[in-house]
Structures are given as C-alpha cells and as structure tokens.
C-alpha cells in the first residue's frame, strides 16, 4: 500500500510561483510512476504532468507546459510540482497520483493506483 500526501498549495497573485510537494509512504516508490492532476470547481479532472519512475521522462498537459515542471527524489519519496507564472485558470485542487504501469498513456488518463487527498491552490489577479 502506498500513502500520498500533497503539501504546498495556497494563495498567491497571477504571475507568482509555487511548488508542491508530494511525500509518498510505503513500498517501492522508485518504481511507480508519478503524476499530477487537478481539477477546478465544475470542472472535469485535468492531467496536469507526469514523470516516470527512474525520472529521466516527463510530460505535461498542452495548459502547463513551459510553466510548470514535475521532478521526483527517490531518495526521499517524494515528487514535485514547481509552478511558475500562475494564472487564475490554474486555480484548483491538485492531486498527486501514484502508477505501477510504465504505460504513459495509462498514467496521462488518470489511470492511478493510489490518489493523494489534494492541495488547493488559488490564483488570484
């Protein structure tokens, strides 16, 4: 069993940075995939990034990239999120999510064995 916790979300202006945490408890988190969602008031669930278990691939949703960037350290269990230049259209609950599947395409859907309880984040102008 693998527990997800995210830290690090909160309220800030459009333009500023943040970076979330996502600290990871239980077997074998060098060899899941990792992967972070969000998803805003009325809004369906949306693939934010993802980053394979040995860490040398990354992906991101076409809304984030050039802005945010995934990371893992293995060696503490624990995956980020650095935000940067936020907008209010990225205001929303993150969720970090955790994959045995290698298949990206898999992990981009959402298709996560074990989900954090999330982080909100607000952008404000």
């Known amino acids: 069993q693998v527990q997800l916790v995210e830290s690090g979300g909160g309220l800030v202006q459009a333009g500023a940075s943040l970076r979330l945490s996502c600290a990871a408890s239980?077997?074998?988190?060098?060899?899941?995939?990792m992967g972070w969602f969000r998803q805003a008031p009325g809004k369906e669930r949306e693939f934010v990034a993802a980053?394979?278990?040995?860490?040398?691939?990354?992906y991101y949703g076409d809304s984030v990239k050039g802005r945010f960037t995934i990371s893992r350290d293995n060696a503490k269990k624990t995956v980020y999120l650095q935000m940067n230049n936020l907008k209010t259209e990225d205001t929303a609950v993150y969720y970090c999510?955790?994959?045995?599947?290698?298949?990206?395409?898999?992990?981009?859907?959402?298709?996560?064995?074990?989900w954090g309880k999330g982080t909100l984040v607000t952008v404000s102008l």
């Open positions: 999510g955790a994959s045995w599947s290698s298949t990206i395409a898999i992990v981009k859907d959402g298709g996560m064995d074990y």
């Open positions: 239980g077997r074998s988190f060098s060899r899941l995939s």
């Open positions: 980053i394979t278990w040995t860490g040398d691939s990354t």
